[in-house]
């Protein structure tokens, strides 16, 4: 079938993007389902650094390729073998597929799926299938899901299903923001209401931790940016504490668990300085491969740290996207307040430009 899709042409053009256009919005083939595949209507679809590092070269993908991995839609048919979804049923998108038979996928979370990192590699679906074209050449998905379009093909395991009663906007955003901000709070830290929490780096996914650790009870949580509407908006969010990493340095403040969601160096070693002894550092940003960052041995040694790293938030998809929906409808989780903006597929060229620029936690795309 005919669809709309946002295509990443090439990688590393200049910034703005707005003028360099890395990205074409075009029509494009979409081949039909799998025997364990569903075919997608898009409904909504979150923006995200992950989609950012293949535009800015990053994360080496092939191209050219249609992005999006956060995202949400409607089932319009299934494959031969699938007999769990039916048709009509919202979905929520997840970029890390788990076969459930490799070794990384009995860890419960810890280790991504083998099958499922290389498929993503390659640009190809789960079980090694292909099915976007244009003009009779190869366009290959990104993550297991191609999101940033009118439709989708995706793997079973790559589909979770949730009630109509979510709106599609929050079940995008539970698929990739949530459940690795969340994941880190829920999965990794496992905090007790008497523990301190602190969240560096107040994207989306560092906003998600602030709002599942205010939803889990833990008394003092402190958010750290270094743009101050960021900080008004976590304290909104139920943060008692915020500051710029300055401020944290300069006054000595510690957290039992400090969780890094920037994706910096620089932000993984003002994490590691503000983690209190016997505490634990959680990294879940994703820097350039070849970035480097300095810390002592000794004081992983001397002060019984924990250094822990949390891909996609430690999370088994399947399990945790429920958990989250139904913290949603219970109020304790309102997924809603991370989206800042409503934009049209055209808008993606800019909508990276102000990612990169740290003016936006979550740009949503929103399909009629």
């Known amino acids: 079938m005919k669809i709309t899709g946002a295509i990443l042409e090439d990688v590393g053009r200049e910034r703005p993007f707005a003028q360099t256009r890395p990205i074409t919005v075009a029509e494009l083939d979409l ?175 560092g906003m998600a931790a602030i709002l599942t650790a205010v939803a889990v009870g833990v008394e003092r949580v402190i958010a750290v940016d270094t743009i101050p509407d960021k900080l008004d908006l976590a304290r909104e969010l139920g943060a008692t504490e915020t500051h710029t990493p300055e401020e944290v340095a300069e006054r000595g403040i510690k957290a039992r668990y400090v969780i890094e969601c920037a994706g910096h160096a620089r932000a993984f070693e003002s994490a590691f300085a503000a983690t209190a002894p016997g505490g634990t550092t959680i990294t879940v940003g994703l820097p350039a491969p070849d970035a480097r960052a300095s810390i002592s041995p000794l004081t992983v040694t001397a002060e019984a740290r924990t250094v822990v790293g949390s891909y996609l938030g430690s999370a088994v998809p399947a399990r945790d996207i429920p958990r989250y929906a139904q913290m949603w409808r219970d109020g304790r989780l309102p997924v809603d307040k991370l989206i800042s903006s409503r934009i049209r597929l055209s808008e993606i060229n800019e909508a990276m430009d102000r990612l990169a620029d740290g003016l936006a936690v979550r740009q949503v795309i929103v399909f009629d």
């Open 31 to 205: 081949g039909e389902p799998g025997p364990t595949e569903l075919r997608v209507r898009i409904e909504a679809a979150g923006v995200c650094h992950s989609d950012l590092s293949v535009v800015d070269g990053n994360r080496v993908r092939p191209t050219p390729m249609l992005l999006g991995h956060e995202a949400a839609g409607i089932v319009e048919a299934v494959g031969s073998d699938v007999t769990d979804v039916a048709v009509g049923t919202r979905v929520v998108m997840s970029f890390l597929p788990r076969c459930e038979d490799c070794a990384a996928c009995a860890e419960d979370g810890r280790l991504p799926c083998t099958p499922g990192t290389a498929a993503n590699n390659s640009g190809e679906l789960l079980h090694g299938s292909h099915h976007l074209s244009r003009d009779g050449e190869p366009v290959h998905h990104h993550l297991g899901v191609s999101g940033f379009a009118t439709h989708a093909v995706v793997d079973r395991a790559s589909a979770v299903p949730v009630g109509d009663d979510v709106p599609a906007e929050v079940a995008a955003v539970l698929g990739c923001a949530v459940l690795t901000g969340g994941g880190a709070v829920l999965n990794v830290a496992k905090p007790a209401p008497s523990d301190t929490v602190m969240v560096v780096g107040l994207g989306g996914v």
